[in-house]
């Protein structure tokens, strides 16, 4: 069967420290993948999107990476800060119809 | 932009009242998204307007539930007669297309059906 897996437990890390996530998938054959920041009674925000002939792809602070052969991409948090704290969406792009299909969320906390 | 609107915040009904959830999208955005929050299932698409024109249904879970699009900038999720497994956070977004680089989602509306 499909499924897309991240960390169901929630990181605890401490500030200034590099917080990695990671997002698994099986059966699927992604042209990229998304992930997302959401706060608190926020709805999803976008930070980064990696297409499949890319390895990795880097934002300020942030870093990505996306290994089709391991079928995983991890998310890095450089030089964490307690504003990063939140919890952490990754969403793959798959098929024809292009439809995105979502992870549960990995939370993280950064403590000062 | 304001962003993607969506009212009300929150909702709490009893069971058997409808509900009419509303979104203003982004302008200029031409894709349309109604999805459903929970913590176990995650974020379950319900619906897809591509245009103003239902694409994608075949996540809306019962014949409860009906959305409409009259225009592009305004939606509506309706539930006709709700029930308390309906309770759950509903988000809209919008976006350039179905798989578009960044969809943008409104703040939700947090559904409590007693």
């Known amino acids: 069967s499909q499924k897309i897996e991240q960390n169901s437990e929630a990181l605890n890390i401490q500030e200034g420290k590099t917080a990695t996530l990671t997002c698994n998938y099986t059966?699927?054959?992604?042209?990229?993948l998304q992930w997302y920041r959401q706060d608190p009674g926020r709805g999803p925000v976008f930070l980064l999107l990696i297409r499949e002939n890319e390895k990795e792809k880097r934002k300020e602070r942030l870093k990505v990476t996306f290994d089709t052969t391991l079928k995983q991409s991890l998310f890095h948090i450089t030089a964490s800060q307690p504003a990063d704290s939140a919890t952490y969406l990754c969403a793959l792009v798959t098929g024809n119809n292009r439809k995105l299909i979502w992870g549960l969320g990995t939370s993280l906390a950064v403590n000062p | 932009d304001a962003g993607v609107i969506q009212s009300p915040r929150h909702e709490v009904t009893e069971m058997g009242q409808e509900v009419t959830l509303r979104c203003k999208p982004i302008?200029?955005?031409?894709?349309l998204f109604w999805y459903r929050q929970t913590m176990m299932r995650g974020l379950e698409l319900l619906i897809y307007?591509?245009?103003?024109?239902?694409?994608?249904d075949s996540g809306m879970p019962e014949d409860r539930f009906s959305a409409k699009m009259p225009n592009a900038s305004f939606s509506t999720l309706k539930i006709q007669p709700s029930e308390p497994r309906d309770s759950a956070v509903y988000f809209c977004?919008?976006?350039?297309?179905?798989?578009?680089?960044?969809?943008?989602f409104g703040s939700g509306t947090r559904l409590t059906v007693v």
């Open positions: 302008s200029g955005h031409n894709s």
């Open positions: 307007f591509n245009n103003n024109v239902p694409i994608d």
């Open positions: 977004a919008s976006s350039h297309g179905q798989g578009a680089p960044g969809y943008t």
């Open positions: 059966n699927y054959s992604p042209a990229y």
